[in-house]
């Protein structure tokens, strides 16, 4: 049976270690402040936002929630960020995506300020993944995964990995932040071939597909770690990744539950970026 | 034996589409122009600047050469750049690199107009090989390596692809820009472990570490194609490539010679990026 690589014992030892850091902050006279954009009412905006909610609230962390209607026009938008950008007590940006249609989203991303963009949307944190320097913050899923890795001591240095998956949310930052600390990662996707052997002659397997069912049995061998990072909603409104849990779990060495794994990371990433960016002002 | 992937024939077939351009640029009044700014006389420079001058002035491309001391100030730099911005008559510029220890190279490759980037080397264009859209324009040693696997028509969607070497010139975006083109690329660098093996289990193999002797016959089988990017200057002056041409040619299916491969295509990438630059003026 498979170590279950469980995401709560890791936002708590995050917790700790940022309930500190706010304390420290708040004896400064800085109260770290994240403010949240919403368009509509998407259940998936909204269950994002609740976790962020509830995750800073405890930590200390002062919540702003703008919500405008979902048919919104841009310019009311953009000038909510002009706005978040010029107010010095608010340290993070968080603008719940994707956004509706009549919004160009990549005008909006290079509109928010880049010492607030705690999310990863704006060109100067796409460089700082892609070039490992600079200023700007990690996306908060990909560091959430390294976060799991690191607590429970999955070594990366010379670790053969795939990633499934390319998006730029994920998989290809992430691919870019595990080759960065020494893993040999292969980058596999729709295109690839024989994608279960090449999953198998890995030690570490990332699925981050965004389709349940992806990876099975023939996908992976003992000895093995495996992150999922899927959330799919199934027929029945249950929350399952990209990975077989019950085929796959027995053999293998390691594995994030989901839900329970990479989810329950990643708000607290998130807060940490805020703590961050309130400690850089 | 193999197939040697020449690059003097890949750059005459760019050539002649771009000659095309050029003429109906000038007919319309257009004269493409590229600055190239220099700061001494390093012979790495002086060489390229040599290729560059001779490709582009073949193709009807104007020149200004710009040089500074190798000992100038980094303002003097960046007032050079400002008014390369300013000119009109310039659409793209290349900075010959790396610059010498009293200029931050970060501050200048800032300061470039992004629409004047043809060496890839702003935020801007990095974002687009990250990201794969925005302006801006991709480095020139990766185009290169693509070019020269269209024009001998090596496939790419499903191939597996291993590529040493992390460079930001060569070896990174290069991974990117392969997966983008439906290939599956495994990122290899020092840290790689059984680095032989990894690579013979590949269908093309690129060697971009920098290193002369890093792939010998342990690392390929028959039926790879083999681009090597290495230009590595021998104790007796002469450039060698990363591979050990002699043992890996009678092994494999095509291998690009050094020189005479990569290199012969570089230049000929950077003019149909100022061609480029300058039709979208």
């Avoid at 014992?9 to 109260?31: D, F, M, N, T, W």
């Avoid at 390319?166 to 040999?184: D, E, I, M």
């Amino acid at each position: 049976m498979a170590e279950q690589l469980k995401g709560a014992a890791v936002a708590a030892a995050l917790c700790e270690k940022l309930s500190a850091r706010v304390q420290a902050l708040r004896e400064k006279g800085v109260i770290p402040r994240l403010a949240i954009l919403r368009l509509g009412e998407e259940p998936g905006d909204l269950a994002y936002e609740r976790g962020a909610v509830k995750r800073c609230g405890g930590l200390g962390i002062e919540l702003e929630q703008v919500a405008l209607p979902r048919d919104a026009e841009q310019a009311a938008l953009l000038a909510e960020i002009d706005r978040i950008n010029a107010d010095r007590s608010i340290h993070g940006c968080l603008i719940l995506r994707p956004l509706p249609p009549q919004i160009d989203e990549a005008t909006v991303c290079a509109r928010l300020a880049p010492e607030k963009d705690v999310d990863s949307i704006t060109q100067g944190s796409m460089c700082r993944v892609y070039t490992g320097r600079g200023a700007g913050f990690i996306p908060c899923t990909p560091q959430a995964v390294l976060e799991i890795l690191d607590y429970y001591g999955v070594e990366l240095t010379g670790a053969r990995v795939a990633v499934i998956g390319r998006s730029l949310v994920v998989g290809k930052p992430l691919s870019l932040l595990l080759q960065a600390r020494n893993a040999t990662v292969t980058m596999c996707h729709t295109k690839t071939r024989d994608l279960a052997r090449l999953c198998r002659e890995q030690d570490i397997l990332i699925a981050a597909a965004g389709h349940a069912g992806t990876v099975d049995e023939r996908f992976v061998h003992p000895g093995q770690t495996v992150i999922d990072v899927g959330t799919n909603q199934g027929p029945d409104g249950k929350l399952t990744g990209d990975v077989c849990f019950d085929r796959v779990e027995p053999l293998v060495r390691a594995i994030t539950p989901v839900p329970g794994g990479v989810g329950a990371v990643t708000t607290t990433v998130l807060a940490s970026h805020v703590v961050e960016a309130a400690e850089l002002v």
